[in-house]
């Protein structure tokens, strides 16, 4: 049984919902808050996993694409006075714009090439970021981001964001299964094992890898959007190459092309960073640790550990 | 006129000539071999007329059509289909998977119909999966349709890239030699396969080692050599040409009575 089917249960998916739902009324803030980021983040990590789990093209620039749907809105509120709500598809759409204006041609490369392609296309963000003073106020930052209303309710509490958050990414994780279940799904599969079969099968193996890089920017576009309204603050020092780097460990270390997996992992890497702060300066080594550890053992990702729990059970009930 | 012909193809790699002034037609409703012996530009010339290579002279026409210059999805949808020498399948998707892709022909606009699950989209992927299943019965995967391609046994492996191939509905469907690796049982069910998806009228190139395989199923042969083409005709003339027996066996040369075999 794979772990889809686990989830399709109802009683499963009301139940993990319904624990979601309660959750704020019982956590403290701070839990809350980190809760807050690893919704927020499994945006962007999914949005990677469409182009690197499914697609088999690793990029190291979702932090920066991510980025550009936060400094979109964070720009669009601040400078020209837009409403919060008015700027999400704004921001998507900036984001996939420039994702494929930068990207479109570089994703058809070869994998290594494409992988260094996006790490130029994420140094080219950050410098334009840090450096068109005048749009991005460079190094100073975005500050004041006004928070998300409905009428006079600000969004302003982690428990208050925390429903959005979690509204985004529930319909988020929907959309991702349903677009992995589409038949431009079934194609990225297919080029990613064998391009040249893919395409003696009609799969038009150039347009199917723009359509994923789209996609992984209107995740990123969207998560980044959500990152601004929350910390209300932006920097390009958020979304530079280590953001990228974290969020591909993220979106591999959960599962192999399992978007269950991409959040699971999410939640448990940006939980140990916290749940890690004790060890002062040994927490990057003790993460570091984790994800080798992790790697080691489960180089299919993590959820293989309850893959094989439950096709053991499954196994022995036949 | 034919369903497929060439005129004067010419493909050459960094200097040397893989294909040389190559005429060829397929005429509709045939069962062509191809022979050679290794390096003789048998699969080249597979991958010039599906588009993976691009000519560097020449003209080839498929249903009326020019299609020298076509990519290769476009150029499957126009109902050529292939298959490999080694087999390329998508090795980490389930059999009914690999078959499933082809049988949807690359349909375009999908990603969105079917986010939203649109009706029409139902449609395409309910007549998709009709076709993928017929093609799994009829090469006898029937019941392996949940495995993993890579998991299946080559001689599986081998039938399930012969279902993708035809799940495209081809009208001219080529195998790069399909009994490459099997066992004599294998070959002789694939041959009676080759035979009934003939006699359901799709043109077919077969390009193949095995002599014998070529004169009990195709009426015509052709013959490459260097990149050129040195024999076309009836088969079973055609492999006993002094110059098709020389390419194969090396040049019989009188007096010194050198055998290459």
Redesign the interface.
Known sequence: MTTSEVLRRWWVGAAVLAALLAFPAFAPRYIVHIANFILIYTLPVIGLGFLTGFTGRVSLAQGALFGVGAYTTALLTTKFGWTPIATFFPSVLMTVVLAVALGGAAVRLAGLYFVMATIGIQQIVWIVLMNWIDLTNGPQGVRSIPAIGLGDYRLETPQKFYFLTLAVAVISYI?AK??I???????L??LS??Q??????????G?AKV?ALALSAAWAGAGGFLYAHYVRYVHPDMFGLEASVLYLVMSMFGGY?SIAGMVLATGLLESATEYLRPFGEFRMIAYGMILLLGMMFFPKGILTIVRRRTSARTAGKT | MALLSTSKVSLAFAGVRALVDIDLQIEEGELLGIIGPNGSGKSTLFNVLSGIYRVDQGSIEFRGQRIERCGAAQIVRSGMARTFQNKRLFGTMSVLENVLVAALKGAQGSALGDVLGLKSSARARTKAAEIADRCLALTGLADSTHLIARDLPYGAQNRLELARALALEPTLLLLDEPAAGLNPSERAELQELIRRIHGEGVTIALVEHDVRMVTGLCARAIVLDHGEKIADGASSMVVRDPRVQAAYFGEVESGEGTHAI
Do not use: I, M, Q
Request: zero cysteines; aromatic letters at 4%; a positive charge.
């Open positions: 959309l349903r677009v279940g589409s038949r431009l799904g079934l194609y599969r297919a094992d064998d040249l079969a893919a395409s003696s099968v009609a799969v038009e193996v347009r359509t092309r």
